[in-house]
């Protein structure tokens, strides 16, 4: 295998991050849109993370030997892994939306698409970060995670008062709350990728 130089690797690392991304505008994209395209995408791109992520790992673990700088990138492919993991989480969800062709109420409908937009943002610095390793987009970063979790929370409980209401059907409920909960991971492993690289 060709030795990389840090930069190259660094720039590796940003591209991985870069499509969980991508994978996050498709999965909006196939929600509203009860597009199995666009979450076909998302799979093949959530595939290639994780298949990256040992490579990485190792590559970079190697490398801290070499270039000591690089220890603060060690746990960040393994981060975005779990991002992964967390996109196919909501892949999964998706995919049964649409086979099922499970109904959302408008109200779920904007406030998932309102936390994707918002993941959108938090990922796109995470990712610049990985470049730049800049403390201000870290606190971004952080108060944006925040805020995703505390709006998630927020939503999940509105979402509790229309099943009750009998506004949301049972069906898309425990849809609707895992979607939740994915993004509310995906933003907590981008606040730990950016701590972990400006520390």
Known sequence: MKVETSKELIGNLHNMSRSAEDCVYLLQKAFIYNSS????????????IHESE???TKV???????????RVYVSVPGHIERIGDYI?????CVRTKIREGVLFTDKAVSEATFLMERLQEILKNTSDIILARNRIVREYIKESAAEVSRSANEFATMHEERLVEGLCTPKASPLFLDILDAIKGISWHS????EKITS
Not at 88 to 92: N, Q, S
């Open 37 to 48: 395209q666009a979450l076909d995408e998302c799979e093949a791109k959530a595939k290639e």
């Open 54 to 56: 040992k490579v990485f």
């Open 60 to 70: 970079f673990i190697d490398e801290v030997k070499v270039d000591p700088v690089l």
């Open 88 to 92: 196919e989480d909501i892949i999964g």
């Open 191 to 194: 606040k730990e990728i950016a």
